[in-house]
């Protein structure tokens, strides 16, 4: 049996992504982007067999930075999209995916009940690997006892989309290993990503968590009859200098599932006044979900926001 040491030292080489879904493909894309060989896998046939043709789409596309990202820290895929679309192996089973794997990452729809049923099937499959779930809001240590080793186990936690957020969150279970965390934090960083540890056990990790105070507040603020979403938005996007604030933020990622997070963070919330908010669930009722139903806080495709002369609020700017 190899020493901690020699496992330290032992880079992650083999890779499998158990779910073809918008994280999955997008991860083994990013992995493949690094010269590996990924196996990825899926319940469902017609998923897995459009796979690579939605992953070519998406080499195509993803890159472009999204209208409210600027900032310069981003990766482009290799030019030669069908060598890296050559590394990526459709495994018919998540078996097969698996076998031999040195890390598992698990990317399948955010159910707890699914998820522990899946990682007792890979614990049994992947004796020897590393296994990680995507997962946006059910911690490792959630999984545990589904395992029979929960030192092999942790949240590595991607984003969408991979390209222009080039990012990872790693978080161990509380028994996760310092030799899975080191051997992991190797792996990611070889992916030319920044890397970023969660200590201990943080519901939304690091990132989610602070962009739901800001979503919080933000509804809050409204709710109470204090502001419109415009001036929350004109305020918001002159202070940090962003291209889009906190509601137009809201319509992109979609209100449905903004409203699914708030439900989330609610049910374990202490404070009574983190409840639903009226401003939300208002535009829920009217089908107005964001971006995808062309209407939301604001008009989708072209928002308010990105008009002309919108940001000064009636003031004139040279
Ligand atoms: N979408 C995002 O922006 C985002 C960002 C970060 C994290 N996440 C997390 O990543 C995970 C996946 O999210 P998604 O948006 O890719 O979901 P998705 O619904 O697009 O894809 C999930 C895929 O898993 C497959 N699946 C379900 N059960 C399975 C099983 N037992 N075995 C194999 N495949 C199975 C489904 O067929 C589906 O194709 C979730 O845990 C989510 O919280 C999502």
Known sequence: MASEDEATARPIVSVAVVGAGTMGRQIAA????????????????????????????????????PRYAHHAFRLEPPADHEGL??????????????????????AVREDLETKRTLFAELDRLAPAAILATNSSSIPSSLLASAVADPGRLLNTHFF??????????????????????DRVEAFARSLGIVVAKVR?????????????????EALRVVDEGHADPEDVDRLWMIFFGTPSGPFGIMDM?????????????????????????????????????????????????????????WLGGGVEVE
Do not use: C
Not at 46 to 51: H, K, P, R, Y
Not at 200 to 216: E, L, P, Q, T, Y
């Open 30 to 65: 990013l992995i493949a982007a690094s010269g590996r060989q990924v196996r990825l896998t899926d319940a469902v046939r017609a998923v897995l067999e459009t796979a690579p043709e939605r992953i070519r789409e998406e080499l195509r596309t993803l890159p472009q930075l």
């Open 85 to 106: 679309l050559a590394r990526i192996g459709v495994a018919a089973s998540a078996a097969e995916a698996v076998a031999g794997a040195d890390l598992v990452i698990e």
């Open 160 to 181: 969408a989309p991979v390209w222009s957020r080039p990012m990872v969150e790693l978080m161990g279970s509380g028994e996760t290993t310092s030799v899975t965390m």
């Open 200 to 216: 201990g056990d943080s519901k939304g990790f690091i990132i989610n968590r602070v962009w739901r105070a800001v979503k919080r």
């Open 253 to 309: 990622v979609g209100l449905d599932v903004v409203a699914d997070i708030e439900t989330s963070y609610q049910r374990v919330a202490t404070d009574p006044a983190d409840r639903p908010s009226a401003a939300l669930h208002a535009k829920l009722a009217e089908g107005a979900l964001g971006e995808k139903t062309g209407r939301g806080f604001y008009s989708h495709p072209e928002p308010e926001y990105l008009q002309p002369g």
